[in-house]
């Protein structure tokens, strides 16, 4: 059920808070956007990571 294009909303309802999320620039010039990636789980065992265009540094579920 996960699938590229999911809302940070939709990541939150199926697996909770992440336990990290870091932002950065993604991209080359002249093409940057800020990204933000969730991750979850610990490495190498069950762990998933989420990047999000745009800012999403917060994972509380507030309206727009």
């Known amino acids: 059920k996960v699938h590229s294009g999911m ?3 939709a990541v939150l309802e199926q697996f ?3 336990r990290d999320i870091s932002s950065a ?5 002249p ?3 800020i990204c933000t990636t969730w991750r ?3 490495f190498p065992y069950g762990h998933a990571t989420f990047t999000f265009s745009g800012e ?3 994972p509380l ?3 727009p």
Do not use: M
């Open 40 to 42: 979850y789980g610990k």
């Open 7 to 9: 809302s940070s909303n």
């Open 31 to 33: 093409n940057q956007w």
């Open 56 to 58: 999403h540094g917060s």
């Open 25 to 29: 620039v993604c991209g080359r010039e």
């Open 16 to 18: 909770g808070e992440p």
């Open 61 to 63: 579920r507030s309206a």
